[in-house]
Each structure stands twice: as C-alpha cells, then as structure tokens.
C-alpha cells in the first residue's frame, strides 16, 4: 500500500483511488479508509517538501517579510505563498463540511470509476487544447481560486489531487511543469492538515482519551507507519522522473490508463469480482 500511494500521488491517475481499489484486492476486500489514505499521504508529502525545499524556503520566508513590508508584497514569491493559503480555503471548507460523505459514500467503487473516466477525459482535452504558455509568475488572484477549487474535487476518490489542479493549469493555458509544480506546492497545506488530524483522530481512538492505554490497534498504526515511510521513499523518486517526463511529453498516457482502469473497474464491478 505504500508503494501504491509513493507512485500514484503525484501522477494525475488518483492515488486516494488506487488506495481504495487495491485494498479490495489484497484478500479481505477491505477498504483501508479515508483515514489510512490521508496518512500515508503525509510520507509523499515529505517528498515533496525535500525535492522543492529551496522553493517552499524562499516562499515562505519572502512572505514573511511581505508581511513587515521589507518586501513588497508584489514580490512573486510573496505572492505565491498568499495564493496558496488562498487555494487550500476551499478544500479545508468542503472538507470539514463533507466530511461523513468522505469516509463513506465518496468510496464506493462505483464513484471511483465514474470520475476515473470522466477526469481523464477532461484532463485529455486540457493537455491538448491548453496554450501552455504561462508560467507561475503570471498567476493571479482569479487564477488560484479556480487552482483550489480544483484541489477540492481531490475529495471524490479518482478524480485525483494533481489532476484536477494540473487540468485547470492547462486549461487557464499554464505550462505542463508550471501546472504539476504549483498543484504540489498547493497540496503541502491541506496533506499536512488532513494527515496530521486523522492521525491525531487514529491515536486518541487507540489510546484512549483518559488513561493513555493503547489498545491492540496500535499495531495497525505500525503498519501504517511502515506505509508512510516507503510511500516517502518511492514519492521522492515518482517527483522528480515525472517533472523531468513533463519537460518534453504529454499527459495523454495517464488519460489512457485513467479511462482503462476506470472501464476494467466497471467491468469488475457489474460481474462481481468486486464490490462496491
């Protein structure tokens, strides 16, 4: 399971998807949980922290000084780190409102495969019609809205964080790399929120909220550290061969496999071999 969530993160295929489908696959037919997913994401995130480490540094300390005036806050890296705060509103909102449809109705396999094709197409249609000549330097405030409402249809298993936000990239005319750079550097807020508080939800519910006596579930939080770990070992890698892949090529492979995965999964669904 970490080696899924490490190579699906940041391709636009779903890796909250891809979770949910190979979980049903490993035996027990189990869904692992939105929980267990936004964990795990916390080890791909860390990836992406180490691999853009200078630019989240300069970001966030030109903000800072934004905020004191030693920069001005026309500074594009002041800039950058308001537009992101202002793109992770809206899944923070949706998130917390939609929450119980998140962990339930959201999973069903039969959402996943309808938004598996449905994106990919959309994705396929923006790589191909988008002018790809902006770069993140000509963001503007209009611009990051649309990028975090984007990001909130993330919540939808299958419809895939860096996907939808590198598709509204393309569609706003932005480069392919300019697009997967920002839809990264947008995720940090809301991965690190919504990792950390399932996480601080997972331990409260092991370990009890007066005696501090785990139960035998910690066990399972071993495991699931086991998955963060090797998700962050194989994100690291995922980032910088798909960044370098961006320079030159098109998305149209992952539209391909999107739209197939999403067919074979209705294909599986409808003759029994799984359950939604």
Known sequence: ?????????????????????????????????????????????????????RD???????????????????????RLGWFIILGSVP????????????ESTFRS?????????????????ADAIGAK??????????????????????????????????????LMGYERTAAARYSFLLAIPAVFGSGLYELYKTVRTSCGNVSGACTPEVFTGAQTALATGIAFVVGLAVISLLMRYLATRSFLPFVIY???????????????????
């Not at 899924?4 to 909250?16: M, N």
């Not at 970001?59 to 004191?68: A, G, H, M, P, V």
């Not at 396999?109 to 249609?125: C, K, M, P, Q, R």
């Not at 770069?135 to 249809?153: K, N, P």
């Open 1 to 53: 399971m970490g080696i899924v969530q490490g190579l699906t993160e940041f391709i636009p295929v779903s890796s909250s998807a891809h979770i949910r489908i190979v979980g049903s696959l490993l035996g027990t037919g189990a869904d692992p949980g939105a929980a267990f997913t936004a964990i795990t994401q916390l080890g791909t995130e860390a990836a992406v922290l180490l691999y853009f480490w």
């Open 56 to 78: 989240i540094a300069r970001i966030i300390s030109r903000w800072f000084l934004s905020l004191t005036k030693r920069v001005p806050r026309s500074d594009p890296d002041a």
């Open 91 to 102: 899944i923070v909102i949706l998130g917390v409102a939609l929450q119980t449809l998140i």
């Open 109 to 125: 396999l039969w959402i996943v495969a309808v938004t598996l094709i449905v994106f990919g197409v959309v994705l396929g249609v």
């Open 133 to 170: 000549r902006r770069r993140l330097a000509d963001l503007t405030v209009g611009d990051a809205a649309i990028f975090g409402g984007a990001q909130a249809l993330a919540l939808i298993p299958g419809v895939s964080r860096s996907g939808g936000t590198i598709t509204a990239g393309l």
């Open 258 to 276: 999107r739209i197939a995965l999403g067919v074979g999964l209705i294909v599986a669904l409808t003759t029994g071999a799984l359950t939604p």
